[in-house]
């Protein structure tokens, strides 16, 4: 009868998009034992197709952090998540050469929105693994709504859930 005086609960769905074309492969099974193991947080990888160079913004968010080597970027949401999109294995060895960003600290981003761009080249010159790595190093692991192996797009929805804010 007095319904307007309950609270009210608000519902959000949070979505995780393909940051690049590939084929997605457990985290799990990266040849980084940091990574495999989930030490910084559990996650997915995108191995690219080999024409594929530019990282594409997973969730929208503030970009916490990109370092001057430019090969990750963490992103900050209004889901109270951070998201680490990584850019390769032992990358961080090459110094920033190869790498370029599109963004900054402290941006704001879009899900959608173009972060980086690597040379496949110089990564295959130097013998480097090009896999993706995306990250939740904060709050709650979504589930992925595709099989490992299965070959996304960038854009494609991989994760989506419900939150519930009360």
């Given at each position: 009868m007095l319904h307007f005086f309950k609270k009210k609960t608000l519902q959000s769905v949070f979505t995780v998009t393909a940051p690049i074309d590939g084929i997605l492969m457990s985290l799990s099974d990266?040849?980084?034992?940091?990574?495999?193991?989930k030490l910084?947080?559990?996650g997915f990888a995108i191995v690219p197709d080999k024409n594929a160079n530019t990282i594409y913004a997973p969730v929208s968010g503030k970009v916490a952090?990109?370092?001057?080597?430019?090969?990750?970027v963490l992103i900050d949401?209004?889901?109270?998540?951070?998201v680490?999109?990584?850019?390769?294995?032992?990358t961080i060895d090459l110094l920033g050469n190869g790498f370029y960003a599109y963004t900054s600290r402290d941006k704001k981003v879009k899900q959608g929105q173009k972060l980086l761009r690597f040379s496949r080249e110089l990564m295959k010159q130097?013998?480097?693994?090009?896999?993706v790595m995306v990250i939740f190093s904060k709050g709650e692991n979504p589930h992925l709504l595709m099989d490992y192996g299965s070959p996304v797009s960038?854009?494609?929805?991989?994760?989506?859930?419900?939150i519930v804010e009360k």
């Open positions: 990266v040849s980084d034992p940091v990574f495999a193991q910084i947080g559990d952090s990109l370092p001057e080597t430019r090969q990750a949401t209004t889901d109270e998540m951070q680490l999109v990584h850019v390769g294995v032992d130097k013998g480097l693994d090009s896999t960038q854009g494609e929805v991989l994760m989506r859930e419900r």
